[in-house]
């Protein structure tokens, strides 16, 4: 069903973000108490990271159907 | 031995050891090898052996197979051999026994008795003269040639009776080739007589059951045969003892032409000797008055013998005669040779009365002459004792010089006076004789002739006697002959008559048979053309008033068909229309099996149920593959479904609103779902009759669209969520296309079941 494609991306994306959100958090964590000396930045950033791919990621799946590479010129 | 082989060899295997170990075993094999050899030798002239004695075996046996004459002579030479010869090829073929001459003939019961004079010399010398002469008359010109023979033909009559009827019978055999009734009654045995007389004979002969013509044919031939051998006996006997006695009278004649022969020539010694002495005379006196008696008794002995032989010759004739009218045919051999044997006698008997008469009249002679000189001595000697009565008597056997002591001068003048007219008396007589010479030599000549003619008409009239005879049994041996030939020749000519006759019959028979069939025909045409003609008026009649009823049956046939026809015809259509609307309404049934989210049945059956019961429809055909495919193959949604599903697309599609094809952020994403939860408006929204642009806005469109879908219509409602666009009509793109499906469905199913309803009233309507 279309209307459940909507729904299923979503659930990608959600599911793609928290895994994206807990490897960068992870890794965060990680470098940061690895390398960084416990420091928060790390893991921020990392889990930043995560959400931006994930962002990222959910954004290319909703755009996927069209795939339209193309420029568009926008009517003015 | 083998121990020492074995030995012999263990020792060779010892010394070769080194290098020559291929001799060691070739050596004991060698030594088995010779062993074998001699055995094998053995064997091989065991088995050359036996092969020879199975291969004479074996050519003996195929050799007699091969030829039955071989094989007769194996089984009289080798005892058993006929035993083996049985078993393993069978029973020797019969073989007739075929003549080589008319003279060697072999009948059974014949040969049984011909088989000892056939050893005897005197048969066989019989048999020799017999078989080189064929005709009879020969035989018995070269029998009256020799007396020896006469004598043999006599003596082996006394000695063998029982070949007496041989060699008349060998006579008899050729006389007899022609006669077909002893044939018939001597069996396949004497087929060979048949020979001449035609080969008809044989087949009327097998004809009859072997059997009985056998039993019957022994019968015949037992009484034949003991009549035969009746007749046989008597006659044999007869002959015999007529041959006993006329021998006897031979002899007898014999021994008297000798006694006279011998007497007269005594008497002639007696008679020229006068210078004898007259002791030698006495004595010759003496032993020719002996001789005189001798033949006086031999004589008288003849003429006894004679007569005997003449009785005994006269009952066999009476027994001939008696035999003959028995009439037997077998026994008529028997018979001519018992009369023959007669005739031959007869004539040895004359002839030899002929030669004791002969023998008598020389003797006459002799003493003719004896007497005659007697006569002229006692009356010289009257003479002499007239002229000298003082000389004694018997002075006639001494000397001259005696008597010259004894008489005086006148004595021996007077003698001499005598003499000397005696001589002149003589030589008187003398003159006289040589002149009456030529009388009494032509008187004696006379005389001579007439007892000439005399002795030649006895002879002549003998002779005539005997060929008479003769010819009396040759003309009854033809007579005979001839009969058979007759008898022979009668019997084909009844044959041919019967045959005629019947030939005569079966041509009348079929010439009958054909006049009686024409009739018949044409009696038999004449009753059919009748009965035809009736029966094809009758048949007319039938066909017409069967043609009426035809008709008129045809007719309301015709009638009731086409009712029925057309009957069926409507009563077809309308099971067709009933059936359309039945598979319809099954489609339609279909329908509404939808239950709850889940699509219809599939429509697939159904169409194919609606395809099949009416093939012929166009309209049905092109409207059910009019069909959507999914509708057939899967089923559609429901009205009720699509109406809830609805609600749910709206709301998705109201979050969505924002997001058309080009910018797709998630942000927008997150405005638009801002938007549908900000903004507001009526759920229904009565769609205008005309759209105009601001109505494409998303929310109104899904606000027409579930005003319609409120009121029931599916199709408009379609018709506006078709107007989305961008993601909204992504997310509706499903339901539109479901939507699409059933209202293409029920617009067809409605369709045809607009059909079917009215096909169903165009059928009914026909009452």
């Known amino acids: 069903m279309s209307e459940g494609e909507l729904g299923r991306k979503w659930d990608r994306c959600l599911a793609d973000c928290a895994v994206k959100l807990g490897a960068g958090l992870g890794l965060g964590i990680v470098f940061s108490v690895l390398f960084f000396k416990r420091r928060t930045w790390p893991i921020v950033l990392g889990s930043g990271m995560g959400l931006g791919m994930a962002y990222s990621n959910c954004q290319q799946d909703f755009q996927a159907p069209y795939l339209l590479h193309g420029k568009c010129v926008k009517e003015q | 031995m083998l121990r020492v082989c ?12 080194c290098g020559k170990a291929p001799l060691c075993p070739l050596q004991p094999l060698r030594r088995y090898a010779t062993h074998g050899e001699s055995g094998g030798s053995a064997g091989k002239i065991v088995g050359v052996s036996l092969l020879f004695v199975g291969g004479g075996f ?35 073929p019969y073989v007739l026994p075929v003549p080589k001459k008319p003279g060697q003939l072999q009948i059974p019961y014949m040969s049984e008795v011909t088989k000892e004079p056939k050893q005897s010399k005197q048969k066989g010398k019989k048999s020799e003269p017999a078989e080189a002469a064929p005709a009879p008359t020969l035989e018995e010109e070269q029998k009256l040639k020799e007396s020896s023979v006469e004598a043999g ?3 082996s009559a006394i000695g063998e009776a029982l070949s007496v009827p041989a060699p008349a019978t060998h006579e008899g055999q050729r006389e007899q080739e022609g006669e077909h009734k002893h044939a018939a009654a001597a069996g396949g045995e004497v087929c060979e007589k048949c020979e001449e007389s035609g080969h008809k004979d044989l087949p009327t002969v097998k004809e009859r059951p072997p059997e009985e013509v056998a039993a019957r044919l022994a019968k015949q031939d037992q009484e034949e045969q003991e009549k035969v051998a009746s007749l046989a006996a008597i006659l044999e006997e007869a002959l015999g003892s007529t041959a006993r006695v006329t021998l006897q009278a031979i002899a007898a004649q014999d021994a008297a032409v000798q006694a006279i022969n011998s007497h007269s020539m005594k008497l002639k010694e007696a008679m020229e000797e006068t210078e004898a002495s007259v002791e030698q005379k006495s004595s010759q006196w003496r032993d020719l008055e002996e001789a005189l008696n001798e033949r006086s008794k031999t004589v008288d002995e003849a003429a006894d013998a004679l007569l005997k032989a003449k009785d005994g010759l006269e009952k066999l004739r009476g027994v001939i005669d008696d035999a003959k009218q028995a009439n037997i045919a077998r026994a008529k051999p028997q018979i001519r040779s018992a009369e023959e044997n007669l005739h031959n006698m007869l004539v040895d008997l004359d002839n030899v009365v002929k030669k004791v008469q002969a023998a008598q009249s020389e003797a006459k002679i002799v003493a003719q002459y004896h007497e005659l000189v007697a006569v002229a001595k006692e009356q010289f000697q009257k003479e002499l004792d007239s002229i000298t009565p003082d000389i004694q008597t018997g002075w006639k056997g001494l000397k001259v010089s005696d008597l010259a002591g004894r008489l005086t001068t006148d004595d021996l003048n007077s003698l001499i006076a005598h003499a000397h007219r005696r001589i002149d008396q003589l030589n008187k007589e003398l003159a006289e004789q040589r002149v009456r010479e030529r009388q009494h030599i032509e008187t004696a000549l006379a005389q001579q002739k007439m007892e000439d003619n005399k002795a030649l008409e006895m002879a002549v009239a003998k002779a005539l006697e005997h060929y008479r005879a003769e010819v009396r049994l040759d003309q009854d041996r033809k007579v005979e002959e001839v009969r058979e030939l007759m008898e022979v020749e009668m019997r084909t000519q009844l044959r041919r008559q019967a045959a005629a006759h019947s030939d005569h019959l079966r041509d009348v028979i079929k010439v009958q048979e054909q006049e009686i069939r024409a009739e018949a025909e044409q009696e038999l045409a004449h009753k059919l053309l009748e009965q035809e003609t009736h029966s094809r008026r009758m048949t007319q009649e039938q066909l017409d008033n069967f043609t009426l009823d035809m008709n008129a049956a045809y007719a309301r046939l015709k009638g009731m068909e086409q009712a029925v026809d057309s009957h069926a015809v409507a009563e077809e259509e309308a099971r067709k229309a009933h059936q359309l609307w039945l598979s319809i309404e099954a489609l339609n049934y279909i329908l509404k099996t939808a239950s709850g989210d889940k699509p219809t049945e599939p429509l697939d059956t159904a169409v194919q149920v609606i395809k099949a019961s009416c093939a012929e429809n166009e309209f049905t055909q092109t409207l059910s593959t009019a069909l959507p495919k999914e509708s057939l193959s899967r089923g559609v949604y429901s009205e009720a479904s699509l109406r809830a599903r609805f609600y749910t697309i709206r709301k998705l599609v109201r979050r969505v609103a924002m997001i058309d094809e080009t910018r797709n952020s998630l942000y927008q994403y997150f405005l638009s779902y801002l938007q549908s939860l900000l903004l507001m408006e009526p759920q229904q929204l009565k769609p205008p009759a005309q759209l105009s642009p601001e109505d494409l806005d998303t929310f109104k469109l899904l606000s027409y669209a579930t005003y319609c879908i409120e009121h029931g219509d599916l199709e408009l409602a379609a018709k506006f969520v078709n107007q989305l666009k961008g993601e909204s009509r992504r997310v509706a793109q499903d339901w539109l296309n479901e939507a699409r499906l059933t209202l293409e469905t029920t617009q067809v199913v409605s369709l045809l079941s607009a059909y079917a309803n009215a096909v169903g009233l165009g059928t009914t309507q026909v009452k």
């Open chain 2, 153 to 155: 033909h006599i003596i």
């Open chain 2, 6 to 17: 074995r030995n012999v060899s263990r020792a060779v295997a010892q010394q070769c050891l």
């Open chain 2, 58 to 92: 074996g050519g003996t046996i195929l050799y007699a197979k091969w030829d039955p004459k071989f094989r007769q002579n194996v089984e009289q030479a080798i005892p058993y051999a006929d035993r083996v010869f049985d078993v393993t090829l069978g029973p020797a």
